[in-house]
């Protein structure tokens, strides 16, 4: 992987703070967006954009190719069986949201389970709270292991064997800097008749993902993570269980055939779970989000950025009085720490004033921070354009606020 | 640079050795508060008697500043009247966004570097929104003060 020539691709990098180069290290929050995107999304809306599937004009004609186009992209780019078994959403939120609510509402009910992880995420913790609350089902969580290192598997397979309805965990974690062994649980999951939903926000685009080597039953990520644009993402399922799901917007798109005095009738995934005008632009400019990180090489930016991760890891340790969470060894590009006596945000703030970006707070997993006994920590987490100079920025600006605020 | 306009000495001093920090025993008014953005947590505790702050300790875990504007604020309300105690909050919380507030103590005004920084504001100000909100949430069988 040539890491200039990247760069050299990357407008952003040419931005700075107080005259720092802008050193961009919150890469799990959201990634920065190559030429070739921006300049895609340009040419969609200078020459192919109309509304999808509704007109039979020409520029009608170029969106909905775009549009299935992108479809088709995301779909190989998970090795989905097929085209159809990918709906576009809003993102990983809305993903997680129509499932409690479709496949949700139908196969939870009183006295089921759903079992998730202490480390998810807000968007995978929340809507089946919600969900368990409004049904009467319980939920139960596979805990995390000391200092966040991993998730305990064999809690897991415990807690599997008592067949709950729906097994929904992260692939990997926005603050550990760990993997889930996803095929293990899935398997596990598989034996005792449990379906199971993958958070892949952090792992869709970072790492080669197979929905059919992992074997889960759904799959959720966004795009804006991936150098796509916000506002897009997508829900993977297989045909079977996503042909048995009810609607849960309704609206134009979605609907087969209507009537003023008797129910409407829907259409197939995914049109039954798209109603109304979908994310056109964003789906023709993350569709080349794809083509470029399938071309660079995933396993290759998997590498890069553990890479960074670990180098940044080992230099941050010898910070006296620095914490950081998760396995010694980092797993995925993820390095999140907490420093006693200096607070995630001064660390942040003062990062800022230097040209460096840094994550700081709960990121969104509030219970988790609390469980390791950090409600706040920061968050340094790398990508294809980082480079080993940025960790040293890194390491020396952590350093330089340690000396100021203690 | 920057962050020394934000960050003086004096709050350094303060967020490094925060005043009035702990529990206080027997508080007849508390309260917690917190910044979803950044996980500023913080808890004002308050014994308040014939109408006015007797004492005042806050603890939590929260930013230099946020810290340091609790630690002077403590020190700040004993002896003033609830009214009088809300009414010194409205006017930080405009030194915090304005840069400049009407009757605020000089001691105070070293806060007012935060209009500068709009994601700070709220580090200022969580500790006298706090602060307010235990006026009104008595502990055990107290009043809401001012009554």
New interface residues.
């Given amino acids: 992987m040539d890491i200039t020539k990247i760069r050299g691709q990357f407008p952003f990098l040419r931005e700075s703070v107080n005259g720092h180069p802008l050193i961009y290290l919150d890469n799990a929050a959201s990634s920065q967006k190559p030429d070739r995107v921006i300049r895609r999304m340009s040419r969609f809306l200078e020459s192919e954009y109309a509304n999808v599937h509704r007109g039979i004009h020409l520029l009608s004609e170029r969106a909905t190719t775009a549009y299935e186009d992108a479809r088709a992209a995301f779909a190989g780019l998970l090795n989905a069986e097929r085209p159809e078994e990918v709906i576009f959403t809003r993102g990983t939120t809305e993903s997680v949201n129509l499932l409690a609510n479709t496949w949700g509402r139908v196969n939870i009910g009183t006295g089921d389970t759903i079992l998730l992880t202490e480390m998810e995420h807000h968007s995978n913790l929340l809507p089946w709270l919600h969900l368990a609350q409004e049904t009467g089902a319980r939920v139960d969580f596979v805990p995390v292991l000391e200092n966040g290192a991993a998730l305990d598997f064999e809690a897991a397979r415990c807690l599997l064997a008592k067949r709950p309805k729906l097994f929904a965990f992260v692939h990997v974690p926005n603050t550990l800097g760990l993997e889930n062994p996803v095929r293990a649980l899935c398997g596990l999951a598989r034996e005792s008749g449990v379906t199971t939903f993958v958070d892949g926000a952090q792992s869709v685009g970072h790492q080669p993902v197979d929905v059919r080597d992992l074997d889960c039953d759904f799959l959720a990520c966004s795009a804006h993570k991936m150098c796509g644009p916000s506002g897009i993402g997508g829900l993977w399922g297989r045909q079977e269980l996503l042909s048995a799901m009810p609607p849960w917007q309704y609206g134009g798109e979605m609907v087969d055939r209507a009537y003023f005095n008797k129910p409407a009738t829907f259409r197939d995934p995914p049109a039954r779970f798209e109603a109304g005008t979908p994310p056109i632009l964003e789906a023709a400019g993350w569709a080349e989000a794809i083509r470029f990180l399938t071309e660079t090489g995933l396993e290759d930016i998997r590498e890069h950025s553990v890479e960074l991760a670990n180098l940044a890891a080992r230099q941050l340790r010898g910070i006296d009085g620095l914490k950081i969470f998760g396995p010694d060894v980092r797993q995925s590009g993820i390095v999140a720490f907490s420093i006693s006596g200096v607070h995630a945000h001064d660390v942040a703030f003062f990062a800022n004033e230097r040209g460096l970006a840094l994550r700081a707070g709960h990121h969104c997993a509030q219970p988790l921070m609390r469980k390791l006994g950090s409600p706040a920590s920061s968050r340094a987490s790398f990508s294809l354009y980082n480079t080993r100079q940025d960790v040293e920025a890194l390491v020396g600006i952590v350093r330089e606020a340690v000396a100021f605020f203690r | ?3 020394n306009e ?2 003086q000495e004096v709050l ?1 001093q303060h ?2 050795r925060p005043r009035n920090f702990g529990p206080l025993e027997n508080p007849t008014h508390a309260a917690d508060g ?1 910044n ?6 913080i808890s004002v505790a308050l014994r308040i008697e014939n109408g006015a702050v007797a004492e005042a300790k806050f603890s939590g ?7 340091a504007s609790a630690s002077m604020m403590t020190g700040e309300v004993k002896g003033l009247t609830c009214s009088a105690v809300e009414t010194l909050a409205g006017n930080f919380r405009q030194l915090a966004k304005d840069g400049a507030g009407p009757d605020v103590p000089v001691r105070l005004q070293v806060l007012g570097g935060v209009h500068q ?1 709009p ?2 504001v709220k ?1 200022a100000v969580l500790p006298w929104e706090t602060l307010v909100s235990a006026l009104r949430s008595p502990v055990g069988t107290g009043e809401i003060c001012p009554g």
Avoid at chain 2, 36 to 41: F, H, N
Avoid at chain 2, 61 to 67: E, F
């Fill in positions: 640079m920057m962050d934000l960050y350094l967020s490094r917190h979803a953005l950044c996980g500023d947590e875990s929260a930013c230099a500043i946020c810290t920084f994601q700070r580090c």
